[in-house]
């Protein structure tokens, strides 16, 4: 049976206002009864009774049936995600960083108080990741799931690649438009697609990860050599985050900026939009594209799930509680690039097998490497200033889907 709902939300930027956009225009009967922002002394285009900086107007009042919290500070949003749980409050958020952080505490204290937090907003913008994660592809066997999760840097990257233009001037561009996050380093270093890669750890694998643990390379160090390297192979550069099952209960993930071929999904996602590509058994290749950020098209996930709400809908991280989880591998080797300018940074990183050296104007090395030496070099990667991309690899490409499940034991 449908609930009625009584909201309040945190935050009235970019997402908020979005969000306050649709509802208005919509024809569900969605009461907002509180604003709760950091800055009362903006001017707001709504009445203002409706806003106020004190968040106990909205925890403290049992009219309120649920929260919606879209502010852009991390902390501020756990306390009062958790708080609202706590307090018998649905919850809706898009804040990816707080939820990577704190998956595994949010569910608990779901389970405990039988209230429900949902995030689709937070991956992604508009496309319905989580949901078809939990509900369409929850007894399919998972081989991969990866994409462009963020649409700031895909968006400095096309303008870099296809319009010639500056890094610089591409991130103020970017800034200027909306789609970076407050701190940009989140964009561009990998660390935003990263939050998202451990939020459909937790869907696709029933895997509960600390940020920590992934390894993520951002685009930030991409200069001249590589994108002359990627253009004289008719390539291009993405930053893509990826987890993929390489044996029969073992996953490994990370975020890395990948050569990408013509013929790849991805290679025509430009822009500020986003895409995510699932490989299955059984559904085989499923490829979702759309705006990753953007108040209306974020809201537009946002305001799904109030209305999933109203339903009393909760995720149940069924591949958490009732399978295998599997294993995290960082061994895996990969092929990559790495231009350098200190020689001893290729003793450092520690590769394998260094199949191309190349020396013009800088130096690089192609070779292969594992995730773990990735991740144990990523200081001196990052002090040398660095950058290293993952090359195409023709042996990711998946054999039929019965060959694979026999690679993996599951049918003979
Ligand atoms: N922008 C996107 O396209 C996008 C896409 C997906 C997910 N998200 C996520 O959505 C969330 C909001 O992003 P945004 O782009 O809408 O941010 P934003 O435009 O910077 O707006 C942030 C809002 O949060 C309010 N705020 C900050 N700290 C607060 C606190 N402690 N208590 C109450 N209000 C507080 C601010 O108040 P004032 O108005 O008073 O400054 C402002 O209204 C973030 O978690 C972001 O990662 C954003």
């Known amino acids: 049976m449908s609930k009625k709902l009584t909201l309040g939300i945190f935050g009235f930027g970019v997402v908020g206002q979005g969000l306050y956009d649709i509802i208005r225009t919509n024809y569900l009967q969605i009461d907002v009864k509180k604003f709760v922002i950091r800055d009362g002394s903006k001017v707001r285009p709504l009445p203002a009774e409706l806003f106020t900086t004190d968040r106990r107007q909205v925890l403290d009042d049992p009219e309120i049936t649920t929260v919606v919290e879209l502010i852009d500070d991390a902390d501020a949003a756990f306390e009062i995600v958790s708080e609202a749980l706590k307090k018998g409050k649905d919850v809706v958020s898009a804040n990816k960083k707080m939820i990577a952080h704190h998956l595994e505490e949010?569910?608990?204290?779901?389970?405990?108080?039988?209230?429900?937090?949902?995030?689709?907003?937070?991956?992604?913008?508009?496309?319905?990741?989580?949901?078809?994660?939990?509900?369409?592809?929850?007894?399919?066997?998972?081989?991969?799931?990866?994409?462009?999760?963020?649409?700031?840097?895909?968006?400095?990257?096309?303008?870099?690649?296809?319009?010639?233009?500056?890094?610089?001037?591409a991130l103020k561009k970017a800034q200027d438009l909306g789609f970076a996050e407050s701190d940009p380093s989140m964009d561009v270093g990998g660390f935003d697609p990263k939050f998202k890669l451990v939020i459909l750890a937790a869907h696709s694998y029933g895997l509960f990860l600390a940020p920590e643990e992934v390894l993520n390379i951002g685009i930030h160090h991409l200069g001249e050599e590589?994108?002359?390297?990627?253009?004289?192979?008719?390539?291009?550069?993405?930053?893509?985050?990826?987890?993929?099952?390489?044996?029969?209960?073992?996953?490994?993930?990370?975020?890395?900026?990948?050569?990408?071929?013509?013929?790849?999904?991805?290679?025509?996602?430009?822009?500020?939009?986003?895409?995510?590509?699932?490989?299955?058994?059984?559904?085989?290749?499923?490829?979702?594209?759309?705006?990753?950020?953007?108040?209306?098209?974020?809201?537009?996930?946002?305001?799904?799930?109030?209305?999933?709400?109203?339903?009393?809908?909760?995720?149940?991280?069924?591949?958490h509680l009732h399978q295998a989880i599997p294993g995290v591998n960082l061994d895996v080797e990969i092929p990559v690039y790495l231009r350098y300018s200190d020689p001893e940074l290729v003793k450092k990183v520690g590769f394998s097998a260094i199949e191309e050296y190349g020396t013009s104007p800088n130096s690089y090395v192609v070779g292969r490497i594992s995730l773990r030496q990735i991740l144990a070099a990523g200081q001196a990667i990052e002090q040398d200033r660095a950058f290293l991309a993952q090359l195409p690899d023709s042996a990711s490409k998946l054999p039929d889907s019965a060959s694979k499940l026999s690679d993996f034991g599951i049918v003979k």
């Open 106 to 169: 949010l569910v608990a204290i779901q389970k405990e108080t039988g209230s429900s937090l949902l995030y689709e907003g937070a991956v992604c913008g508009s496309i319905p990741i989580i949901r078809n994660l939990e509900e369409y592809y929850d007894n399919e066997l998972l081989y991969a799931v990866s994409g462009i999760f963020n649409g700031s840097s895909n968006y400095i990257l096309s303008q870099i690649c296809i319009e010639g233009w500056t890094y610089e001037k």
């Open 226 to 319: 590589e994108l002359q390297f990627a253009t004289e192979r008719g390539w291009k550069i993405k930053l893509v985050p990826e987890i993929r099952q390489i044996g029969p209960n073992e996953v490994t993930l990370y975020v890395l900026p990948r050569f990408v071929e013509p013929g790849h999904l991805l290679y025509n996602v430009e822009h500020e939009n986003n895409a995510v590509l699932v490989k299955a058994a059984f559904a085989n290749e499923q490829f979702f594209y759309g705006k990753g950020a953007g108040g209306h098209p974020t809201g537009s996930a946002v305001l799904s799930d109030i209305t999933a709400l109203r339903y009393g809908y909760k995720y149940e991280y069924k591949k």
